[in-house]
């Protein structure tokens, strides 16, 4: 008997296992399981290349670490600029002063004066860096360079009042004597009078990060904070004096000083014509506690001197600590609310790990059950069913838009990010029991096989056979859908990183420049405060 005339017989004596792959096209499918591995692979090349390429090859090496040092905290960013800067001035006869600058922000006291110093030699004049740098040497007690430092500042920038009153300051800690002391508050008065702006520095960034954030929103009002301590301090000394001298002296001096303080507070606050970037509640809150303890002095003067104090001076300081105590009721606000948004914007990541941990648990189950089965290529020639193909694109689908809705309800809710996390977690399950359930529904029972072949001899044998041969098919078509659960999983991932920062210019991971900065909240908080004080 020829082969030709013997194929007919063995096809017909596997008759009852071909449900089960024996005799199907394994090449066909061993093609499409490399095709979708090669897809998974690439969706996942192409979203590693991209994040590589921008985050490490757009820029050279320094303006890389640079830009990545701001984003991190003082001790991990210290680090990182202090190799940049290093490096800077071995590449470069002329060092880059931002650098420099950047580092010292956030430099050791023992070695931050002389950080700034270097970095005001390579940018004398940057009016801004001076601003800051004076400040620093007011902090260390060094009053009289301060005082140099903060009337160059003055020579350098336009249209700004505050480093006049960093130098008044500074004149007025400089020295006990009371002819400084008048120096520095007459200095006060001129500067009130003028009607110049009080604009504060801003913090070292780079242009390819957004400025609309929580974190840049935080360096800004760090940075202010430390710009009205030398006036914090003014207003102690001024205060203290004044109160010393209660009922001695020259009374009408000292009120005309304190008013002239308590004008200063108003000009940190800022009012209705102020731009939105010039003011913050950091500052306010600093503005609005010199008014109150200038009022509080005010007040304290009359009564030393037999008088009572005016009604409207009253009134005026009931508003001011209803403002205060706005304001520092935001604070704790802003606090919580971005608490609450950092645990929304990590909710995508956090489900997207445990997803790909779980299917990759799966997955990882079925292929070792696979090596105990031995399963053969005759189990694996089984292809997907479209039925089966048709449920993940579906699957897919659903994915994907949970993953956008939880990008996009990062402003929402708690309880409604919950119910997102909660369909995520039903979504992963019912996957993974579909895997489980569709091989064991439409993978034919070994009875069912052989009843063609019942009344054939050897049916027990091919019983135990096509149970075997089952078997096999149902792990390895199980594992089959896990892995394209998984890889499936990976593409939507990608397609959801790549889509996020083409829409919003930052990843999914990137959550410090993402928590919302509440700027819009905090400006209207203001323009109510404005709106009470009448400024």
């Known amino acids: 008997m020829t082969p030709e005339h013997a194929k007919p017989t063995i096809e017909a004596q596997d008759a009852h296992l071909r449900p089960y792959g024996v005799g199907g096209d ?3 499918s061993r093609r499409a399981r490399r095709s979708f591995r090669l897809l998974v692979i690439a969706a996942l090349g192409f979203t590693l290349a991209l994040y590589f390429v921008e985050r490490y090859m757009r820029y050279d090496l320094n303006e890389v670490q640079y830009r990545m040092a701001l984003t991190l905290e003082d001790d991990s960013q210290r680090a ?3 190799n940049v800067v290093r490096r800077n001035a071995e590449q470069s006869e002329a060092p880059t002063a931002r650098y420099v600058e950047a580092l010292a922000a956030i430099e050791e006291d023992d070695v931050v004066l002389d950080r700034f110093a270097e970095a005001v030699k390579l ?6 860096l001076l601003i800051v740098y004076g400040c620093r040497l007011f902090r260390h007690g ?3 360079e301060a005082r140099q430092v903060f009337r160059e500042a003055t020579l350098k920038t336009t249209r700004n009042a505050l480093p006049k009153y960093l130098q008044a300051a500074a004149q007025a800690a400089s020295s006990t004597a009371e002819e400084d002391f008048r120096t520095a508050a007459a200095l006060v008065g001129r500067t009130n009078d003028s009607g110049e702006p009080v604009l504060f520095p801003q913090p070292p960034w780079h242009d390819s990060l957004p400025r609309d954030g929580h974190w840049y929103a935080s360096l800004r009002r760090k940075l202010a904070e430390r710009c009205c301590e030398p006036l914090y301090n003014y207003k102690n000394t001024l205060i203290r004096r004044a109160r010393e001298q209660a009922g001695g002296g020259d009374p009408v001096t000292w009120d005309a000083w304190l008013v002239q303080l308590q004008h200063l507070g108003e000009r940190l606050l800022g009012n209705a014509g102020s731009e939105r970037e010039n003011v913050g509640s950091g500052q306010a809150i600093y503005g609005l506690q010199i008014q109150k303890d200038a009022i509080a002095a ?3 003067l009359a009564e030393a001197a037999g008088a009572a104090a005016d009604a409207p001076l009253i009134e005026r300081q009931v508003r001011v600590e209803e403002a205060l105590g706005r304001l520092q009721a935001f604070e704790e606000y802003r606090e919580n609310s971005v608490n609450e948004a950092r645990a929304r914007l990590r909710q995508p990541v956090r489900l997207a790990l445990h997803a790909l941990a779980a299917l990759w648990g799966a997955w ?3 292929w070792a059950v696979g090596g105990v089965v031995h399963t053969d290529r005759n189990s694996r020639a089984l292809t997907c069913p479209r039925a089966s193909l048709g449920v993940l694109a579906a699957w897919y689908s659903m994915v994907l838009l ?5 990008s996009a309800g990062a402003a929402a809710s708690s309880g409604l990010m919950a119910a997102l996390g909660g369909v995520w977690y039903l979504l992963i399950a019912a996957i993974m029991l579909f895997s489980l359930a569709y091989p064991a529904a439409t993978l034919p029972r070994a009875h069912a096989a052989c009843l063609a072949l019942a009344s054939e001899a050897g049916y027990p044998e091919r019983l135990i056979e096509a149970r075997a041969c089952r078997r096999r098919a149902y792990v390895s078509l199980t594992g089959r859908l896990s892995f394209r659960a998984l890889g499936g999983a990976l593409i939507c991932l990608c ?15 990137d959550i410090k420049l993402l928590l919302p900065s509440l700027d819009a909240e905090e400006y209207q908080l203001l323009s109510e405060v404005w709106n009470l004080l009448e400024l």
């Open 402 to 406: 949970l993953l956008i809705l939880c």
């Open 495 to 509: 397609a959801w990183f790549i889509g996020h920062r083409i829409f919003t210019g930052l990843y999914p991971t």
């Open 26 to 28: 394994y090449i066909g």
């Open 80 to 82: 990182i600029l202090r």
């Open 364 to 366: 990882f189950f079925w």
């Open 123 to 128: 940018a004398p004049d940057k009016g801004s």
């Open 142 to 144: 060094q009053y009289r």
């Open 298 to 300: 005010r007040i304290h």
